[in-house]
């Protein structure tokens, strides 16, 4: 079976300050991993993704991720956060060749002034 | 390249009224595509998804349904809303290989539905 856990609903940061939202995963098989932006009111958008070549992963807007396999983790970070970051963030995990995406519960992202 | 168009945006319904939401996709053919509804405070949650024209599967049973009259539309309807339905309903679509295959999910904007 899939899961994703975030671990944080909700993670606040000050502007320029390093962000880290934290993503575990459960999966039986070799997983591709994603991660997601989503703006208020808005659809979301895919900051990068894993499919099991280089298990650091660099996405758009500064954002990396580093999948860990044995803590079964793929948490998403940013050395320095800036005002247009705050949103809310997706982990998701699919199972190679099937149809089901499984997201995560969401962190909101606040960045403060 | 490939957009996803996804309306009305905002919705505003009667309980017991009906519902037509519709997501076409283009520059892609045979798309994957998906059904997905968003309510406050609980994440995203799969309800349709389909693999090609005519083929639906249903993953939470419920006053809703979905077709997809052609390759690259899918639609998703109610007979009659109940209060429940309100939520931002997103569509959207992956590449549709065979194979090892790790495509991500493309949305759409979304449509926000208020049943009152």
């Known amino acids: 079976a899939q899961s994703v856990t975030q671990l944080d609903s909700h993670v606040s940061v000050s502007e320029g300050t390093p962000v880290l939202l934290r993503c575990n995963y459960s999966?039986?098989?070799?997983?591709?991993l994603f991660w997601y932006v989503q703006h208020p009111n808005k659809g979301l958008q895919l900051l990068l993704k894993?499919?099991?070549?280089?298990?650091l992963v660099k996405g758009i807007n500064g954002f990396e991720a580093e999948f860990k396999k044995s803590e079964t983790s793929f948490h998403l970070t940013k050395p320095s956060a800036h005002m247009s970051d705050a949103a809310e963030y997706f982990c998701?995990?699919?199972?190679?060749?099937?149809?089901?995406?499984?997201f995560g519960s969401g962190t909101k992202l606040n960045v403060k002034p | 390249s490939q957009t996803i168009h996804q309306w009305p945006a905002t919705l505003v319904q009667p309980v017991g009224s009906p519902l037509s939401l519709e997501c076409t996709v283009e520059?892609?053919?045979?798309?994957?595509l998906y059904w997905y509804r968003q309510a406050a405070g609980r994440g995203l949650q799969l309800l349709f998804y389909?693999?090609?024209?005519?083929?639906i599967s249903s993953e939470v049973p419920q006053n809703l349904s979905a077709s997809r009259p052609q390759d690259r539309q899918f639609i998703l309807s109610s007979k009659k809303l109940l209060l429940s339905d309100s939520g931002f309903y997103l569509c959207?679509?992956?590449?549709?290989?065979?194979?090892?295959?790790?495509?991500?999910?493309?949305f759409g904007e979304g449509s926000r539905l208020t049943v009152l």
């Open positions: 389909s693999v090609g024209i005519g083929q």
């Open positions: 894993y499919t099991s070549a280089a298990t």
């Open positions: 999966s039986s098989y070799s997983p591709s």
């Open positions: 959207a679509w992956r590449e549709g290989l065979a194979g090892t295959y790790t495509g991500e999910l493309f």
């Open positions: 520059g892609t053919s045979n798309p994957n």
């Open positions: 998701v995990v699919v199972r190679n060749n099937f149809n089901k995406f499984y």
